[in-house]
């Protein structure tokens, strides 16, 4: 009876590890359909001006008015659900591939299973009719966790705390994009070359931009700081309209929009050919 008990173990711990990498993958598609809606919808505001809201909300709004929408957007929150999990086994038992159980990266991994949690959280309550996180949500809680933070002592600095740690992990986010920091953790040498340049392509622009994005999220936090005034900051739709406010008008909004749609494709990729 004894011998056959780590054969048992073994076989248990395989059968978490499977799981565990399918919820990952699963989530990798989950968030790769969450950037191609809320790009294509960046995309149709850089081009006509629209009213429609670029956004995690937006994105849910348009996956529910489609035929079997509730069961897509139960599919996409289950998929979140296994990202967290996957960053929770990282954050408890170290990522893959080198150096991926230093405690710096395990911290990374926690705040990531933090993040997925709640979108998760976030897409499933939208799914059972809670419209709480519906259309405009990241413009009006970023602005309502400003305004609960500037009425702390010594708010000014708590937001502006806040908004340089956003601005410094959309720069982050962007530089690592820059320099293809991507390819550690893809099944690089199992891939065609058709296959890296894919990955190389929306890898590098879609996560410049969606780097930019967030860089963007942070710096208006910054300016909402600097005037103690929480109607300064901005969510992800007004960072992303707020493009088009640059010399090159519309037309870098439209490419940071794109972007956001090749980092969909991008995610899709890292669903086949990511380490996990």
Do not use: N
Not at 2 to 24: I, L
Not at 49 to 55: L, M, P, R, V, Y
Not at 124 to 146: H, I, K, N, P, W
């Amino acid at each position: 009876m004894t011998t056959g008990e780590p054969s048992a173990t073994v076989a248990s711990g395989a059968d978490r590890g499977r799981v565990v990498r399918g919820g990952a993958r699963a989530g990798f598609v989950a968030r790769g359909v969450l950037y191609l809606l809320v790009g294509a919808l960046a995309v149709r505001i850089g081009l006509t001006g629209t009213s429609e809201q670029a956004d995690r909300g937006g994105a849910l709004a348009e996956v529910v008015s489609t035929p079997y929408g509730v069961v897509l957007l139960w599919a996409l929150g289950i998929g979140l659900a296994g990202m967290a999990l996957w960053r929770l086994s990282e954050a408890l038992s170290g990522a893959a591939g080198p150096k991926g159980d230093r405690p710096g990266k395990r911290v990374l991994s926690g705040g990531r299973f933090g993040f997925y949690a709640v979108s998760s959280f976030l897409v499933l309550s939208f799914a059972v009719g809670d419209r709480g996180s519906g259309e405009g949500s990241t413009d009006r809680q970023s602005q309502d966790l400003t305004s609960r933070l500037l009425s702390l002592p010594g708010g000014p600095w708590w937001v502006g705390a806040v908004a340089t740690g956003v601005l410094g992990a959309g720069l982050w986010l962007a530089g690592r994009a820059g320099l293809r920091k991507y390819r550690e953790h893809l099944e690089w040498q199992r891939m065609s070359t058709l296959q890296r340049r894919f990955m190389d392509v929306t890898g590098t622009a879609g996560g410049v931009a969606r780097g930019l994005v967030c860089a963007a999220v942070g710096f208006f936090g910054l300016k909402a700081s600097s005037e103690s005034d929480p109607g300064e900051a901005k969510g992800v739709d007004d960072a992303i309209r707020s493009f088009a406010e640059a010399p090159a008008g519309p037309w870098l909004l439209v490419a940071v929009a794109v972007g956001l749609v090749l980092f969909g494709a991008f995610s899709f990729g890292q669903s086949k050919w990511r380490e996990v």
